[in-house]
């Protein structure tokens, strides 16, 4: 119980609220015992008065701030239900989390959106992690369940309940996806896929969509995952509980029936389900009730493609698929029967003969509609040992059609069943051990409830009394495991509510008594059970309604319930009349046969019970309630030999909204799953447990003496008697300190005080401190002030007496200075007066002699140029005269072709020449055109012209006024006509002026702007050149982008399918070696046929190497010279026998062949013979015989195309031609017969010469092979520097330097020795002419590389050794192929083709890279996080060790490693630098080491990034510090070894961002702001996520509030679009990696040191 001093002023409390069912209040004043009022401010500022009648009555108390949001409830100081409504609340709205522990529960609060935390990143992250270390989530509970059972070796149960719509389904989904990635070893195999394949099928014909969820699950479900010795699923089984088959002929409004009847239905246009005579839902009532014909968001036929494939990968054919639908088919039809009532008194029915539904519903099952249809309204009876037919009423035969239906749909339900677990059944032995997953109904509580309810309701009370039980024995294995004196918890149990149901004479057995009785009743069964627990022996669990006989109220654990007894009896009996039954048993369908044959053949019907007319069968079936009795008690007997895991759904909301929180309806799932019954038993012990060490961290402020975390034990123990006075409220384990409710807020408000107490202290100390500063300061800045006053003032008189001295200087000074300048301004002013006066005499008297001369001038000029006008004028006239009388004449012309043109004549040429009229308009447009072109010519000249003039004009008045200037002339006197003239002239001649002047603005203007045009376009045109430029540019390097990126994708794809193919590989020789020592075993010797097909070379003796039974070479007649013994054994397995003779000539001739096309047999048939050899002869006479070959060919084409062309002839000589012609016919003709004869007579010659070939290879078949072999090999190059290895010493050469070597060995060699041998052998066996040889022994030593490389699978040097071996060769092979050798003429290429092999190479060293950073990513997998994360490396770091918010602490959790057994950064930086240093001692191009650890901390960094987000305890100030600090250390060690270039230090990018982020500002919007700028790397998940998280560990650190968090994602709203929704990194991504290109040395024997330990001195330099 709280402490009474907690109810302090400012104290927080919970107190009930009508609507938020319980509101936060503030408490004004302190509590008094003795109150009756607590005075309380609520949120919104009201103030109210709380009635206290006793200390119990007062409200219970708020959570410390630091616990709020806590991911376990049972963490919290307070338990009680206000504050876990109020952590669900918050950790559901503001931190968008939807898991929560509490205890042993995982609580899943169904958000109604799509989250992405359930990818196979999140499955990464949760797989082998503690259930203490992460976040709630469902993978946590599946992993611990599954760590459990390996380590274990005990079967577990996952128990996941809730009411309809909370996401029970979807979780059972997520948890076996979870065991099948991790059972499967993240590759679905077989089992797997069919386990996964289950889910669609139960969910299309057992899920619905009722009012309150669109996908409700409609029966319980219990699946058992059987896994192996290693951990992988061999198997599974399923048990289902309770279909509701009431849903098939009936639904509420707003629901639907089972999926698979609309899946059907929306299907129904596909060619194979044309058959079922289907329609849309809306037409069958089996559908149509509810209303709801379709589920926004969903596609049906969609769903039923997923259905059918998933029967596929379970093994149920398509036949029986279309025999399935066509059963569930016949049900809808059976729907629409339509029956009919008869009889006077309605007391008859009949069905129509002719009722199409009858009809398709006969013909789908295979039955006989007419026996149907009497049956359906008919019934038999048995009375006096004579058998009756009796007619059923209308309403009667309805409610059998229905029966029959529903007992249908049951058996076809449980048949799919029993399917699925044959389909699932292992194949592979016994399960070792197995994981359930328990998808069952939550507690039930409607208007109305019925017998489903009540069966649901019982199931509940059964779990509900398990999870009590083992809830109270972890809490006291707990206590016993820490060593504590601990009482008995007392926990209320609810056996007597499970006693009333299923005890003697309970509601069960009289529910079957009545069900036995001929005329039992519901009515009946309610009177029962009034008298037998209510008036004889009163039961505190039941109760009878007080307006109702026909109901009766059961004391659930969760809450009272009201059931309505009508309908208890008919769905307890599930009565289906036998005769319908023998009819379906009849049916000419299989399947129906064998689903109702089955009732023969079991005593009991699983789902129901088949009434029939003899009396004496009936007392044997059992009931619905019996049998889920029964079976109810398997599953609780299965459960308590597990060990549980539970899983509470729970539904926030009856809308489906996202995110949307009634605490209405989350309070009554809290009390009905047993969430709140969970944190009482928690309640009634100790429910706060600190470690002393967490202890010590938080409240080391309340302890004395020396303090020291070694000391924390001790310290706790001396103090906490100090701190609570009440010792039955602390306890002291072995390991941690124990806390009674309460208690931790008391110790939170002590600690509070004491800091309150030192900071009154601190700011007393500092302010004397600072007021003694301040006084000092006053004091100096005064003194200093008064002696600047003083001096300030004294200088300022002095300045005054100066200043009064100066101005009088100045006065008398500037007066005389005024007076002189006036004087001199006047003078000088009369100066200039008299200056301008005269020159202005003088000017005017000039102007008027010089405007007479120009008078006279101009007067001359304007008469020329009048005359010249008038000229003009007259000219102009007399052309408009001649054009005038011109005109006329055309008009006159014109007239008569008019005339002319009326005359039919005149319209026919006119329609005939349409071609030239259009000529001559277009002539006439030309002429038009040029005359216009004329006068604009004309124009300009005029204009030219003019302006001449002008110019001359100009010259003219020019050269005038300088005369003038000059030589002034006196002029005589003119008269005043003369100047008028004059003046007209010369204002004509101005005006002219103006106007010309004006047009060569105009010109200059338009020439302006037509250069500014052009300018403009110019700069236009270089803007666009420039920009095409720039975008061509852009759109190469967009393309090379792009192209890149589909190079490294499609080189991930393949290095990926290598992965793969190696796994595979791997996985066949583990099968193959098991299969053979099965076989060993059981006694049976046999060679493995792929032992036969082994690249590595056999000797004829039998060698260490190669153990094997003796090959067909070993057992060949033939000599050693044949081929390789990898084509011979290929021959001899392939090969038919007739062929194996001839196999070994075959294969050496294929040389020659090759040749012989390469070369298009162009060989002289006149090859001179060598000693009359046969061999030689054969050679030549085969090159002359496809030579001979290739020439009739062509002959026999170009005879055909020359009979071609005498066939045309022969047709055109006969169709009508000359005897000349007909005779040259016949001589070609004569010609060709006698090529035909020559042609003729050279086939037979080529025949006789095949018949010879034969022979000779009867009877020489070895000499003619050796020496063709022999004669078909080019000519060998001398190559210097090689090393010559017998054959008979290659399996020897290949054990000594690769299957044998040693370690230390191998690693002190020079890098590449072995290949550098291995290569010179080979050149030089290639250089002998021996090509088979040689390709035969580069695959046997690419074999042998690659056997090595899988030996070595746990060593990194010898893998790096390896692959560096193994690239050499295949630079060495690639380097020195014909393609490669054609750039070089110094080089000498091989003569064998290895090209396929060189190919082999390269795939073989992908796979050694990928090995090599198996093993070190193997390595670094179990100590990156405690390094990177956990480890404290930074000494007195403040708040590394705190606890936050008390993190989850289960009964049974591992204990964790003390810090001395915490792997630190040293322990990464050792795994990382044992590969560089074995990658630089084999002296690797730099490229390549960038790449590789480019991929390592890739992996380090979304290993940590990926815990970060799903740990809390990661998200605070000092963890940030800590994870920056060990990722610089990384950081230094990359850049000291120089691999920072290869992008390793920048795939660290994120965690630096994140870890910056956790140390960053979190309040203004500036910091919010610096955020988004900083992290660039991170997505805004990722940020929110961390923002989420994050706690505060110490007083000075404040939590992340609600609106930071929503101002980061407005910032990042914009972002998100860009960057991918997943929250966490992709931890198995690979970067494709790609091989520098180095070409290799040149090698020789002489450069080579090979050590004695090899023992390969049999080999000799050559």
Request: glycine share 2%; with cysteine.
């Given at each position: 119980m709280a402490t009474l001093e907690l109810y302090s002023k400012g104290a927080s409390v919970w107190i009930p609220d009508p609507d938020a069912v319980w509101v936060s209040a503030q408490l004004l004043n302190d509590y008094k015992p003795g109150e009756k009022q607590l005075s309380l401010q609520l949120p919104n500022g009201n103030e109210v008065q709380y009635p206290v009648s006793s200390p119990s009555d007062l409200p219970p108390l708020g959570n410390p701030d630091i616990l709020?949001?806590?991911?376990d409830l049972t963490a919290l100081s307070f338990l009680h239900e206000p504050a876990v409504l109020h952590n669900l609340r918050v950790r559901f709205l503001d931190y968008n989390s939807i898991y929560t522990y509490c205890g042993i529960v995982l609580v899943a609060i169904n958000p109604y959106d799509h989250l992405p935390i359930y990818g196979e990143e999140v499955i990464d992250a949760y797989s082998g992690q503690d259930m203490t270390d992460m976040e709630p989530h469902i993978f946590s509970v599946a992993e611990d369940a599954y760590r459990t059972m390996t380590r274990e070796e005990k079967n577990q149960s996952i128990i996941i309940s809730g009411e309809s719509g909370s996401g029970k389904t979807v979780s059972a989904k997520f948890t076996m996806r979870y065991f099948a990635v991790v059972g499967g070893a993240s590759q679905q195999t077989s089992v797997e896929e069919r386990v996964l394949a289950s889910n669609p099928i139960m969910e299309s014909i057992g899920n619905a969509k009722t009012t309150r969820n669109d996908n409700s699950s409609r029966f319980g479900k219990y699946i058992e995952i059987g896994f192996g010795k290693n951990g992988d699923i061999i198997g599974a089984n399923m048990r289902t509980y309770l279909l509701e088959k009431s849903r098939v002929v009936?639904?509420?409004?707003?629901?639907?029936?089972?999926?698979?009847?609309?899946?059907?239905?929306?299907?129904?246009?596909?060619?194979?389900?044309?058959?079922?005579?289907?329609?849309g839902p809306e037409s069958f009532r089996y559908t149509n009730q509810g209303g709801d014909m379709q589920i926004p968001g969903t596609d049906d036929v969609a769903d039923l493609e997923r259905t059918r494939n998933a029967f596929t990968i379970l093994g149920v054919k398509a036949d029986q698929q279309l025999e399935l639908f066509r059963i569930i088919s016949a049900i809808l039809h059976l729907g629409n029967v339509n029956i009919q009532a008869s009889g006077r008194s309605s007391d008859k029915s009949y069905i129509d003969a002719e009722d199409i539904s009858l009809t398709n519903f006969s013909k789908l099952l295979g039955v006989e509609g007419s026996q149907m249809a009497h049956w359906l309204c008919h019934r038999r009876l048995t009375v006096g040992g004579e058998m009756l037919v009796k007619p059923m009423t209308g309403q009667q035969a309805v409610e059998a059609r229905d029966a029959l239906a529903k007992h249908i749909y049951g058996q076809l339900f449980t048949w799919t069943v029993e399917r699925l677990n044959s389909a699932l059944r292992s194949q592979r032995g016994q399960a070792k051990s197995f994981i359930g997953v328990l998808d069952i109904y939550g507690f039930?509580?409607?208007?109305?409830?019925?017998?489903?309810?009540?069966?649901?309701?019982?199931?509940?009370?059964?779990?509900?009394?398990?999870?009590?039980?083992?809830?109270?024995?972890?809490?006291?294995?707990?206590?016993?495991?820490?060593?504590?004196?601990?009482?008995?918890i007392e926990f209320s149990d609810n056996q007597q509510c499970i006693n009333l149901i299923e005890g003697q004479l309970g509601m069960f057995d009289l529910l079957d008594e009545e069900c036995r009785m001929p005329k039992g009743s519901d009515e009946n069964w309610v009177r029962k059970l009034y008298d037998q627990h209510l008036t004889s022996v009163p039961h505190p669990h039941f109760r009878k309604p007080r307006m109702s006989t026909s109901a009766f109220i059961v004391l659930h654990f969760a809450d009272t319930v009201q059931y309505e007894s009508e309908g208890f009896l008919d769905k307890n009996r599930d009565t289906v009349f036998e005769e319908l039954i023998n009819i379906l048993k009849a049916s000419q369908s299989e399947l129906v046969a064998e689903l109702f044959q089955q009732l023969g053949n079991t005593p009991s019907v699983a789902n129901g019970s088949v009434r029939s007319g003899k009396r004496t069968t009936r007392e044997h079936k059992l009931t619905v309630g019996c049998q889920f009795r029964q079976s109810l008690q398997m599953l609780m007997d299965t459960l308590n030999s597990t060990t549980p895991h539970y899983v509470r759904c729970i539904k926030p909301n009856d809308l489906k909204e996202p995110f949307m929180f009634d605490p209405k309806r989350t309070v009554q799932q809290l009390r009905a799953c047993g969430v709140l019954e969970t944190i009482r038993i928690s309640a009634a012990g100790y429910p706060s447990r600190w470690t002393y060490e967490e202890f010590f961290s938080r409240y080391h402020v309340l302890l004395h003496g020396t303090q020291r975390v070694d000391q924390a034990p001790a310290l706790c123990r001396k103090a906490l008697p100090h701190l609570i006075t009440d010792p039955d409220q602390?306890?002291?384990?072995?390991?941690?300190?124990?806390f009674r409710a309460g208690q931790v807020a008391l110790l939170e408000k002590l600690r509070a005080e004491r800091l309150h107490v030192a900071a009154v202290i601190v700011q007393s100390r500092i302010r004397g401190w600072l007021a003694r500063i301040r006084y000092t300061k006053v004091l100096w800045a005064t003194v200093t002030l008064q002696r600047y006053s003083r001096g300030t003032?004294?200088?300022?008189?002095?300045?005054?007496?100066?200043?009064?001295?100066?101005?009088?200087?100045?006065?008398?000074?500037?007066?005389?200075?005024?007076?002189?300048?006036?004087?001199?301004?006047?003078?000088q002013a009369t100066i200039i007066i008299q200056a301008f006066t005269r020159g202005t005499i003088v000017r005017r008297r000039y102007r008027e002699l010089l405007s007479e001369k120009a008078a006279v001038l101009l007067q001359a000029r304007v008469r020329g140029w009048l005359a010249r006008q008038a000229y003009r004028r007259l000219r102009a006239a007399v052309v408009f005269m001649q054009c005038c009388v011109r005109r006329k004449a055309a008009r006159r012309e014109l007239l008569q072709l008019k005339t002319e043109a009326r005359s039919v004549e005149r319209y026919r040429e006119l329609n005939k020449g349409m071609e030239v009229k259009l000529m001559q308009l277009q002539l006439r447009a030309d002429q038009e055109a040029r005359e216009s072109a004329a006068l604009k010519e004309t124009l300009n000249a005029e204009r030219e012209m003019k302006s001449a003039e002008v110019e001359a004009l100009r010259v003219t008045i020019q050269k005038l006024e300088r005369q003038k200037q000059e030589k002034p002339q006196p002029h005589p006197a003119i008269s005043e006509k003369e100047v008028e003239e004059r003046r007209r002239a010369e204002e004509k001649a101005a005006q002219e002026i103006l106007q010309l002047t004006q047009e060569l603005q105009v010109l200059q203007k338009e020439k302006d702007s037509l250069y500014k045009e052009k300018e403009d376009l110019s700069a236009l045109l270089l803007e666009k050149e420039k920009m095409l430029e720039e975008s061509v540019n852009q759109a190469v390097s967009r393309e090379i982008a792009d192209l890149q990126?589909?190079?490294?994708?499609?080189?991930?794809k393949y290095q990926g399918l290598l992965r793969e193919f190696t796994r595979l590989e791997q996985r066949y020789d583990n099968l193959r070696e098991?299969?053979?020592?099965?076989?060993?075993?059981?006694?049976?010797?046999?060679?493995?046929?792929?032992?036969?097909?082994?690249?590595?070379?056999?000797?004829?003796?039998?060698?260490?190497?190669?153990?094997?039974?003796?090959?067909?070479?070993?057992?060949?007649?033939?000599?050693?010279?044949?081929?390789?013994?990898?084509?011979?054994?290929?021959?001899?397995?392939?090969?038919?026998?007739?062929?194996?003779?001839?196999?070994?000539w075959s294969l050496e001739s294929s040389s020659?062949?090759?040749?012989?096309?390469?070369?298009?047999?162009?060989?002289?048939?006149?090859?001179?013979?060598?000693?009359?050899?046969l061999a030689h002869a054969y050679d030549a006479v085969r090159v002359a015989n496809k030579f001979l070959e290739n020439q009739l060919r062509s002959q026999r084409s170009q005879w055909e195309e020359e009979m071609e062309a005498l066939r045309c002839q022969l047709s055109q000589a006969i169709s009508g031609s000359s005897p000349a012609a007909q005779g040259q016919v016949w001589e070609l003709l004569e010609a060709r017969e006698h090529e035909c004869v020559k042609l003729r007579r050279e086939l037979k010659e080529l025949r006789s010469t095949v018949s010879l070939k034969r022979l000779l290879t009867q009877v020489f078949p070895s000499t003619l092979t050796r020496e063709d072999s022999f004669t078909s090999l080019p000519k060998p190059t001398a190559v210097p520097g090689l090393m010559e290895c017998k054959k008979r010493d290659e399996p020897k050469l290949l054990k000594n330097l690769i299957t044998d070597i040693r370690a230390d060995s191998a690693l002190s060699l020079p890098p590449g020795l072995p290949t550098n041998v291995l290569f010179l052998c080979i050149r030089h066996i290639d250089c002998s002419g021996d090509q088979a040889r040689a390709r035969s022994f580069c695959s046997a030593t690419v074999t042998t590389m690659k056997t090595a490389l899988k030996k070595h699978v746990h060593d990194v040097n010898m893998t790096a050794l390896w692959l560096k071996n193994i690239r050499l060769l295949h630079d060495l092979l690639l380097h020195h192929s014909p393609k490669q050798s054609f750039d070089s003429d110094d080089l000498v290429p091989l003569m064998a083709d290895l090209s396929d092999l060189i190919r082999n190479l390269s795939d073989l060293s992908i796979q050694a890279y990928q090995q090599l950073l198996r093993i070190t990513g193997t390595q670094l997998h179990t100590i990156i996080i405690p390094a990177l994360m956990e480890s404290e490396t930074i000494p007195s770091l403040p708040g590394s060790g705190a606890k936050l918010g008390m993190s989850r602490k289960r009964a049974g959790s591992e204990p964790r490693p003390t810090a001395a057994d915490t792997p630190t950064m040293m322990a990464v930086l050792r795994e990382l630098g044992a590969l560089h240093m074995a990658m630089t001692h084999q002296a690797f191009h730099a490229t390549l080491l960038e790449q590789a650890f480019r991929q390592l901390t890739h992996y380090i960094c979304a290993a940590s990034l990926n815990s970060m987000l799903l740990r809390k305890d990661m998200c605070c100030l000092s963890r940030g510090l800590q994870i920056r600090y060990n990722v610089t250390l990384l950081e230094d060690w990359l850049r000291g070894r120089g691999l920072q270039a290869g992008g390793a230090v920048a795939a660290l990018e994120p965690l630096i961002q994140a870890a910056q982020l956790l140390q960053m500002g979190k309040k203004t919007a500036d910091n919010a702001q610096a955020i988004v700028q900083t992290c660039a790397a991170l997505s805004s998940q990722q940020i929110v996520k961390i923002l989420t998280l994050y706690t505060p560990h110490c007083d000075l650190d404040e939590k992340v509030t609600i609106n930071f968090i929503r101002t980061i994602q407005g910032l990042l709203k914009g972002q998100s679009d860009s960057q991918p929704r997943q929250l966490l990194m992709d931890v198995r991504r690979e970067f494709p990696v790609i091989f520098p290109h180095v070409p290799p040395p040149v090698l020789s024997a002489e450069q080579l040191v090979i050590p004695e330990s090899l023992k390969i001195s049999f080999l000799r330099r050559v």
């Open positions: 709020e949001g806590e991911n009936f639904q509420a409004s707003a629901e639907r029936n089972y999926h698979i009847f609309y899946q059907l239905c929306a299907s129904r246009d596909l060619p194979e389900m044309r058959s079922l005579k289907l329609d039930e509580t409607f208007e109305r409830n019925s017998f489903e309810q009540f069966c649901i309701n019982y199931a509940n009370e059964k779990l509900q009394q398990q999870f009590n039980r083992h809830v109270f024995h972890l809490e006291q294995e707990e206590y016993i495991r820490e060593e504590l004196a601990w009482s008995r602390y306890c002291f384990g072995k390991t941690k300190v124990f003032l004294a200088r300022r008189l002095a300045l005054t007496l100066r200043y009064t001295k100066a101005a009088l200087v100045i006065q008398k000074t500037f007066r005389m200075a005024i007076v002189r300048q006036l004087f001199l301004m006047i003078r990126a589909e190079l490294d994708e499609e080189r991930r098991m299969s053979l020592l099965t076989e060993r075993n059981k006694g049976h010797k046999r060679t493995d046929s792929s032992q036969s097909l082994s690249f590595e070379p056999i000797s004829p003796s039998p060698t260490p190497l190669s153990p094997q039974s003796p090959t067909p070479q070993s057992l060949s007649p033939f000599p050693s010279s044949f081929p390789s013994p990898e084509l011979v054994r290929r021959v001899s397995v392939t090969s038919p026998p007739l062929e194996r003779g001839f196999s070994s020659m062949e090759h040749l012989m096309e390469k070369m298009d047999v162009v060989k002289d048939p006149a090859v001179k013979l060598k000693g009359e050899d």
